[in-house]
């Protein structure tokens, strides 16, 4: 079967804050000089918002810029950031640590981004632009020159084995003079586009951190609308890097998560576990008893900062937001990033497709004005201080308040980063460690938690995790490295089984929240997440 076509001026790949930021600009400027200029989003989710999750405190820099009558249009930002708490956690103990200067919060909102995302989307339709949620890029389109000629979406309807079955659909091919990529952290198709456009040459490698996030609904006397704390240390130890985060939302609700870099090296560490072990210290418990939770859900964030921006653009298209990697780590915020990266795209690629009719060129310009921008400046200053945590939890803490008091984020050199897989050490060389029991009341198993991302994927179709070679996970993971994937995915969707004919690695692919661990962590890079079946995933309310 032919795929069909469909025609557009620019098609924007994934529907967060930088692809909506980048359509609604673009349209803004069409209507503005009064020009035709057709702007698609696809989305993988099957709604716009159900594969966001963030903390968050949201600034409101980029959006005041993008849509200055927010408040009017009525912007779910209903929370004012408070007071900021900064804590450090011994296994019984709290102690209040000056709050960094990167981490108040003054004129920001504590906001659920999902949230966020389907109001803009709302504005960016108002504008004039074509969403189209529950459909996965699953491919780069190439004109004869080698210039990206937009993306087609996955088949519908293939067996396991990826043969068309009785209800096959073909995807849809949708064809564009520019293609921005905004799929967020470790975008898939951005993968191969680094590849195939040679776009890391000469940056750092990118370095991850995975979140785990849930939201509960607490006992009113334990709230206080606007309180923002963040924790350092227990339950990690000195050498990983990560904190967790609790937010006070309206209507009695608190946002609470864990980060974990990773590159932390003991594969018996397990993300999930120590954010439930968190949730047990002293200060922490008492906000959570004799409340609900209500959601949970976990997704990667890009933590490399300004020295792991690749080259941004090549012909035919560019990249945007968290898969280029506008995270601002020390501030834990890439919401105003992404947007602001998205919108100064759009100016970009308006002007590229204004001055020629023709596709595939390259626009330059992006990168030139982004430089020029405050999202520029404000990663250029703290670029140091991700990779200063290489020296432990004090030495990271006691360089940043070097670099951010002393030398002002001006120093004249630049420290590195190393990809997050080859961190993983050995199992033999690492203690195992002991994680105490889920008690049902404040801390939970994998699966139940699970239940609560709304996870649905439809049954019969070709795994999205796939091993590049099958042997591997036992032959080497399991054996050198103890089957970290068992531990590091936050759904459980990798198992050990025991079997007659020796361990088998199981994949659960149904229960996989997207998050791209096992795509950075696994050590032997074997695993590539690819996109399933459009609208497959999770299915987040408002996280
Ligand atoms: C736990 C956690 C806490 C955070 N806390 C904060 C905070 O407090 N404040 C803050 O400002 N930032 C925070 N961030 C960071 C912030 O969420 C991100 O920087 C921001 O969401 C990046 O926006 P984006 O548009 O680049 O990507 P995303 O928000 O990831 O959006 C990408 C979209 O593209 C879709 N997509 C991906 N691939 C495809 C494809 N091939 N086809 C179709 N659709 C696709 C995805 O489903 C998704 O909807 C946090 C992040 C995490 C994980
Ligand atoms: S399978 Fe991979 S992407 Fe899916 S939830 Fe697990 S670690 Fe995340």
Redesign the pocket.
Request: charge should be negative; glycine fraction near 10%.
């Given at each position: 079967m032919t795929r069909e076509s469909m025609e557009y001026d620019v098609v924007i790949?994934?529907?967060?804050?930088?692809?909506?930021a980048a359509a609604t600009r673009l349209r803004q400027l069409a209507l503005a000089e009064e020009r035709e200029l057709s702007v698609c989003v696809?989305?993988?989710?099957s709604e716009?918002?159900?594969?966001?999750?963030?903390?968050?405190?949201?600034?409101p820099r980029a959006l005041n810029e993008l849509l200055p009558d927010w408040k009017e249009r009525g912007a779910p930002l209903n929370t004012p950031a408070g007071e900021d708490r900064f804590l450090y956690l011994t296994e019984r103990k709290a102690f209040k640590l000056p709050t960094p200067p990167q981490m108040h919060n003054a004129g920001n909102y504590i906001i659920s981004?999902g949230n966020l995302?389907r109001w803009l989307g709302e504005q960016a339709e108002a504008l004039g632009v074509e969403i189209y949620p529950g459909?996965?890029?699953?491919e780069v389109l190439y004109d004869e020159a080698g210039a990206v000629k937009g993306?087609a979406?996955g088949d519908m309807g293939l067996e396991k084995d990826g043969r068309p079955g009785p209800n096959h659909q073909p995807g849809v091919e949708l064809h564009a003079r520019q293609t921005i990529f905004?799929?967020?952290?470790r975008?898939?198709?951005t993968k191969g586009l680094f590849q195939r456009f040679r776009l890391r040459e000469g940056v750092d490698p990118q370095t991850y951190?995975l979140?785990?996030?849930e939201l509960w609904e607490i006992d009113p006397a334990q709230h206080q609308a606007g309180l923002v704390v963040h924790t350092v240390g227990w339950p990690l130890d000195q050498s990983a890097y990560g904190g967790s985060?609790l937010?006070h939302l309206e209507n009695n609700q608190v946002a609470v998560?864990f980060?974990v870099g990773l590159d932390y090296r003991n594969p018996h560490l397990s993300p999930y576990e120590e954010f439930q072990r968190f949730k047990q210290h002293p200060s922490i418990r008492p906000t959570f008893e004799g409340g609900r939770r209500i959601a949970y859900g976990?997704?990667?964030?890009?933590e490399g900062g300004l020295q792991s921006i690749p080259r941004l653009t090549f012909p035919g298209g560019l990249l945007?937001?968290?898969?280029?990697g506008?995270?601002n780590v020390p501030?834990?915020?890439?919401?105003?990033?992404?947007?602001k990266?998205?919108m100064t795209a759009a100016e970009a690629v308006f002007e590229l497709l204004t001055a020629s009719e023709t596709g595939g060129r390259e626009a330059l310009s992006y990168t030139q004005k982004l430089r020029a921008t405050w999202l520029w400046e404000e990663l250029n200053r703290v670029r140091n201080i991700r990779p200063s945590f290489r020296w432990g939890l004090w030495g990271g803490m006691a360089y940043s308040a070097l670099d951010t008091f002393v030398l002002r984020g001006k120093a004249p050199w630049t420290l590195n980063h190393h990809e997050d897989h080859r961190a993983l050490g050995k199992a033999a060389d690492f203690p195992k460690i002991d994680y105490p029991r889920p008690d049902g009341v404040v801390s939970f198993d994998r699966l139940s938690s699970v239940f609560l991302s709304n996870t649905n994927h439809e049954d019969g179709q070709p795994s999205h995790l796939r091993l590049k070679d099958p042997a591997t996970p036992i032959r080497i993971n399991l054996a050198e490295y103890d089957a970290p994937e068992q531990r590091y995915c936050p759904a459980g969707v990798y198992e050990i089984v025991a079997e007659s004919t020796g361990p088998r690695l199981q994949i659960n692919a149904q229960n996989c929240v997207?998050c791209k661990t096992c795509d950075i962590k696994d050590p032997t890079q074997n695993i590539d997440w690819v996109?399933p079946e459009?609208g497959g995933?999770p299915n987040y309310p408002n996280m």
């Amino acid at each position: 079967m032919t795929r069909e076509s469909m025609e557009y001026d620019v098609v924007i790949v994934g529907g967060g804050p930088s692809g909506l930021a980048a359509a609604t600009r673009l349209r803004q400027l069409a209507l503005a000089e009064e020009r035709e200029l057709s702007v698609c989003v696809i989305e993988k989710g099957s709604e716009i918002g159900a594969h966001i999750l963030s903390g968050a405190v949201f600034e409101p820099r980029a959006l005041n810029e993008l849509l200055p009558d927010w408040k009017e249009r009525g912007a779910p930002l209903n929370t004012p950031a408070g007071e900021d708490r900064f804590l450090y956690l011994t296994e019984r103990k709290a102690f209040k640590l000056p709050t960094p200067p990167q981490m108040h919060n003054a004129g920001n909102y504590i906001i659920s981004l999902g949230n966020l995302c389907r109001w803009l989307g709302e504005q960016a339709e108002a504008l004039g632009v074509e969403i189209y949620p529950g459909f996965a890029a699953a491919e780069v389109l190439y004109d004869e020159a080698g210039a990206v000629k937009g993306v087609a979406t996955g088949d519908m309807g293939l067996e396991k084995d990826g043969r068309p079955g009785p209800n096959h659909q073909p995807g849809v091919e949708l064809h564009a003079r520019q293609t921005i990529f905004a799929e967020g952290c470790r975008g898939s198709l951005t993968k191969g586009l680094f590849q195939r456009f040679r776009l890391r040459e000469g940056v750092d490698p990118q370095t991850y951190g995975l979140g785990i996030k849930e939201l509960w609904e607490i006992d009113p006397a334990q709230h206080q609308a606007g309180l923002v704390v963040h924790t350092v240390g227990w339950p990690l130890d000195q050498s990983a890097y990560g904190g967790s985060f609790l937010y006070h939302l309206e209507n009695n609700q608190v946002a609470v998560g864990f980060v974990v870099g990773l590159d932390y090296r003991n594969p018996h560490l397990s993300p999930y576990e120590e954010f439930q072990r968190f949730k047990q210290h002293p200060s922490i418990r008492p906000t959570f008893e004799g409340g609900r939770r209500i959601a949970y859900g976990a997704r990667a964030l890009s933590e490399g900062g300004l020295q792991s921006i690749p080259r941004l653009t090549f012909p035919g298209g560019l990249l945007v937001g968290d898969t280029a990697g506008f995270l601002n780590v020390p501030k834990i915020k890439g919401s105003h990033t992404a947007m602001k990266s998205g919108m100064t795209a759009a100016e970009a690629v308006f002007e590229l497709l204004t001055a020629s009719e023709t596709g595939g060129r390259e626009a330059l310009s992006y990168t030139q004005k982004l430089r020029a921008t405050w999202l520029w400046e404000e990663l250029n200053r703290v670029r140091n201080i991700r990779p200063s945590f290489r020296w432990g939890l004090w030495g990271g803490m006691a360089y940043s308040a070097l670099d951010t008091f002393v030398l002002r984020g001006k120093a004249p050199w630049t420290l590195n980063h190393h990809e997050d897989h080859r961190a993983l050490g050995k199992a033999a060389d690492f203690p195992k460690i002991d994680y105490p029991r889920p008690d049902g009341v404040v801390s939970f198993d994998r699966l139940s938690s699970v239940f609560l991302s709304n996870t649905n994927h439809e049954d019969g179709q070709p795994s999205h995790l796939r091993l590049k070679d099958p042997a591997t996970p036992i032959r080497i993971n399991l054996a050198e490295y103890d089957a970290p994937e068992q531990r590091y995915c936050p759904a459980g969707v990798y198992e050990i089984v025991a079997e007659s004919t020796g361990p088998r690695l199981q994949i659960n692919a149904q229960n996989c929240v997207h998050c791209k661990t096992c795509d950075i962590k696994d050590p032997t890079q074997n695993i590539d997440w690819v996109v399933p079946e459009g609208g497959g995933g999770p299915n987040y309310p408002n996280m």
